[in-house]
């Protein structure tokens, strides 16, 4: 029992060190989200659909507009779209990018592995912290939207809505291991951060420019975003699962990938 407890000392510390960014990504997440459900009051009865109408495709595609009439499709365009697909994946490539990059800057990393630790353990467990926040900003925030769609009089499938948070998951998971592979493949955490994150954000570009695009439409699959669309989960529940599937694959990949890398490295 205590040499499982030791082989997890790393994650825990990394844990406790992310409690706090948690509550304030929480936090700040819920009070957007409160903001918003209340400008949905505000807007009721104006035709706000007729101010996007000649919007191009590939705009209409960035914003996940489907339906601004309701409050799921108001929800997903204006919360699910940027602060799920964009916010937190840029968040999270982010964070991921310094992980270990900012160890090796900062001369850390030959102190940690000059305990009775694998490369691979330690990589491993530094990655999972990220858990942490990946699962409680979707409880946390996934409850407080319940909430306030139903102080409003609004009601929004349950089943739906946590479907729209679980699924989020996997395409989390990927933007934080771009991150990974870049904070293990330079020296200096703020090049390893800066290259995750646009990575990822040229990953949902690319989503939304080749739209309609028929002789391009093949690039949209090295997007992450390809296999995660909210606004559709949050209106009717539907997805498919082997999209999920296919995130989850290249998570284990991209994390596969960057033992390699870490492996090869002269710390």
């Known amino acids: 029992m205590?040499?499982?407890?030791?082989?997890f000392e790393t994650a825990r510390y990394e844990i406790s060190r992310r409690v706090r960014g948690t509550m304030?990504?929480?936090v700040a997440i819920s009070l957007y989200a409160g903001f918003i459900v209340w400008y949905f009051t505000v807007l009721e009865g104006v035709?706000?659909?007729d101010v996007f109408e000649e919007l191009p495709p590939a705009m209409m595609e960035a914003f996940g507009i489907e339906?601004?009439?309701?409050?799921?499709?108001?929800?997903?365009?204006?919360i699910y779209n940027f602060v799920w697909l964009l916010g937190l994946g840029l968040y999270f490539a982010y964070v991921a990018g310094g992980i270990v990059a900012a160890d090796i800057e900062n001369d850390r990393m030959d102190l940690l592995l000059?305990?009775?630790?694998?490369?691979?353990?330690?990589l491993v467990e530094k990655a999972a912290s990220l858990l942490l926040p990946i699962v409680v900003v979707n409880v946390v925030v996934g409850c407080v939207i319940y909430l306030l769609a139903?102080?409003?009089?609004?009601?929004?499938?349950?089943?739906?809505?946590?479907?729209?948070?679980?699924?989020?998951?996997?395409?989390l998971l990927v933007c934080t291991a771009i991150g990974l592979v870049f904070s293990v493949a330079v020296d200096r955490a703020?090049?390893?951060?800066?290259?995750?994150?646009?990575?990822?954000?040229?990953?949902?570009?690319?989503?939304?420019a080749v739209s309609g695009a028929s002789e391009y439409e093949w690039i949209r699959y090295i997007s992450p975003t390809h296999y995660y669309e909210p606004t559709p989960l949050l209106i009717d529940g539907s997805y498919e699962l082997i999209d999920t599937g296919i995130l989850l694959v290249a998570f284990v990949g991209l994390v596969l990938l960057s033992q390699i890398l870490f492996y090869q490295r002269d710390i």
């Open 2 to 7: 205590e040499r499982a407890m030791r082989m």
């Open 24 to 26: 304030v990504l929480s």
């Open 47 to 49: 035709s706000i659909e």
């Open 67 to 78: 339906t601004l009439s309701t409050i799921e499709g108001f929800l997903g365009a204006q």
């Open 114 to 122: 000059s305990f009775p630790i694998s490369r691979s353990q330690l």
């Open 150 to 171: 139903a102080s409003i009089g609004e009601r929004i499938d349950v089943t739906h809505l946590a479907l729209t948070h679980v699924l989020s998951v996997p395409y």
């Open 190 to 208: 703020a090049i390893a951060e800066r290259g995750a994150i646009g990575v990822v954000f040229a990953l949902f570009l690319i989503e939304s």
